[in-house]
C-alpha cells in the first residue's frame, strides 16, 4: 500500500496522473459550502457551550468520589439555586466539576459543604473558585483582538512575501474556512469552548497557513516566465503545483494528526474535560480542514482572483487558440482554466520582456527552469498544429513528360 500510495504521488508530481483540482474547483466549492451550511444549521439547534472563563460563575471541584452520577449535584445545587441550571462534567475517574451562577461567600460555603455531604467526602475533598464577570468579559475582548491581530498580519505578511495581494486574499479565504469547519464541528460535538479552545484555534490558523504557503510556493515557481510559453496556461500550471504537493500535505497531516489524535483520545475518554481535550479537538479538526483547504481551495480561489488580469487572460487565450479549439470546445476550457473569452489583448501587453513563440527554441516546453509544463489539463501534451509545406514541381520533370 505504501509502494503504491508514492507511485500515485510520483505520478503526479510527473504530470502522469492528474486530480482535477482546479477545473473542478467549483465542485470543491459546493462541498465545503453543504458542509458549512449543516454545520451551522446544527450548531444552532444545539448552541455554544462557553465555559466559566467567559461567562463568569462559582465551580466546585468534588475530588475522590466512589460514585460519579450527577443527580446528587444537580440536586444540591437546585435546593440553593432552583432557577439554575448547573453545568456538571466527570473529570477523570473520581472528580466531579459543578459550575453555576456567581455565589456569594455564604452560598459558596454552604453549596460545598452539601456536596461533601452528598458524595460522603470530607470538606476538604470539595474545592471552590468563581470568576466575575468584569474578568470573564476581558478575556473574550482579548481573544477578539488577539485573533483580528493575528490574522491582520498574517494577510500583510503573505501580501508582501509573495509580492501580490491576490494570493494573501485566497490564502486567507482558505483561512477562513479553516476557522468555519473547526468552530462547526466543536460546536455540534459540544466540547466547552475555553481559553485552551482558542489556543487551539490560533494553532490550526498557524498550521492552515503554512501548508497554504508550501502550495503557493510551489504555483510561483511553476509559473515564473510563464507567457514565454504557450503549451500551458496559468490554471494548468497552478493544477500541476496542487497536485505536486497533494502528497506531500497528506504525509505531514498524518504524521501531525496521530499525536493529536492521542492526545484527543486521552483527554476525552481517559482524563476527562480538561485543556488537553479542548486543545486536541481543535487542532484535530482545524489540521484536516486545513490539509484539504489548502490544496483544493486555495488554487481555485487564486485562480479565480486572478482570471481577469490582462496579461493571465491574453495568455489564456492565445494558448487555447494554438490548440485548434472549436467555439464550444474553446468557451468550456476557458471558463474551466479562469481565462476570459471576452478579454483579449495584444502579445505586447503581456508583460514587459516576453518572447514571442516564433522566439522560442524547438522543443523547449520548460517554465523558467521548473521543468516540464507540456502537460495539459489531463497530464498529455498538447498537440502542436500541422505545417504546411508548399507543394514542390520540377521543371525537368515537366519538360521529359512533353518530350515523351
Do not use: C
Not at 498574517?154 to 512575501?161: F, H, K, T, W
Not at 504557450?230 to 503545483?241: G, H, N, S
Not at 484535530?284 to 483547504?293: D, E, M, Q, R, V
Not at 514571442?356 to 523558467?368: C, L
Amino acid at each position: 500500500m505504501t509502494a503504491t500510495f508514492a507511485r500515485f504521488g510520483n505520478d503526479l508530481h510527473e504530470g502522469r496522473r492528474t486530480v482535477p483540482i482546479v477545473t473542478r474547483r467549483r465542485s470543491w466549492y459546493l462541498f465545503s459550502l453543504v458542509l458549512i451550511v449543516l454545520l451551522a444549521v446544527f450548531s444552532v439547534v444545539r448552541g455554544p457551550n462557553f465555559g466559566i472563563e467567559f461567562t463568569g460563575g462559582s465551580e466546585f471541584q468534588v475530588a475522590g468520589v466512589s460514585d460519579t452520577e450527577q443527580t446528587s449535584a444537580r440536586d444540591v445545587v437546585r435546593d440553593h439555586l432552583p432557577e439554575n441550571e448547573p453545568k456538571i462534567t466527570v473529570l477523570g475517574q473520581d472528580t466531579l466539576r459543578v459550575q453555576t451562577e456567581q455565589l456569594d461567600s455564604g452560598e459558596t460555603a454552604e453549596v460545598a459543604g452539601d456536596l461533601a455531604a452528598a458524595y460522603g467526602v470530607s470538606s476538604d475533598a470539595v474545592s471552590s473558585s468563581y470568576i466575575g464577570p468584569v474578568w470573564s468579559g476581558d478575556v473574550t475582548q482579548k481573544m477578539l483582538r488577539g485573533v483580528i491581530v493575528f490574522l491582520a498580519l498574517v494577510a500583510g505578511m503573505m501580501a508582501l512575501y509573495f509580492r501580490n495581494l491576490k494570493s494573501s486574499m485566497a490564502a486567507m479565504g482558505a483561512l477562513f474556512h479553516d476557522l468555519l469547519i473547526t468552530v462547526g464541528v466543536y460546536l455540534v460535538v459540544g466540547f466547552e469552548i475555553t481559553p485552551g479552545t482558542v489556543i487551539g484555534f490560533l494553532t490550526v490558523m498557524g498550521y492552515s497557513l503554512y501548508d497554504t504557503i508550501v502550495v503557493f510556493d510551489k504555483i510561483r515557481e511553476n509559473t515564473a516566465g510563464l507567457v514565454r510559453q504557450t503549451r500551458t496556461t496559468y490554471a494548468e500550471q497552478v493544477q500541476k503545483a496542487a497536485n505536486q504537493t497533494v502528497v506531500r500535505s497528506i504525509n505531514t497531516s498524518v504524521v501531525a494528526l496521530l499525536p493529536v489524535g492521542a492526545i484527543l483520545f486521552i483527554g476525552a475518554f481517559l482524563l476527562g474535560a480538561g485543556t488537553l481535550k479542548d486543545i486536541s479537538l481543535a487542532l484535530f479538526i482545524g489540521i484536516i480542514a486545513g490539509t484539504y483547504s489548502s490544496v483544493f481551495l486555495a488554487p481555485g480561489f487564486l485562480v479565480d482572483l486572478r482570471r481577469g488580469e490582462l496579461g493571465i487572460s491574453a495568455h489564456t487565450e492565445k494558448v487555447l487558440r494554438a490548440r485548434g479549439l472549436d467555439d464550444a470546445e474553446h468557451a468550456e476550457l476557458t471558463d474551466d482554466l479562469g481565462g476570459d473569452s471576452e478579454q483579449t489583448a495584444p502579445a505586447e501587453d503581456l508583460s514587459e520582456g516576453d518572447a514571442r513563440d516564433d522566439d522560442a527554441e524547438p522543443g523547449d516546453d520548460r517554465v523558467d527552469g521548473t521543468g516540464d509544463s507540456s502537460e495539459g489539463p489531463t497530464g498529455s501534451a498538447a498537440p502542436a498544429p500541422p505545417r504546411r509545406q508548399p507543394r514542390r514541381t520540377s521543371r525537368r520533370r515537366r519538360t521529359t513528360e512533353r518530350g515523351t
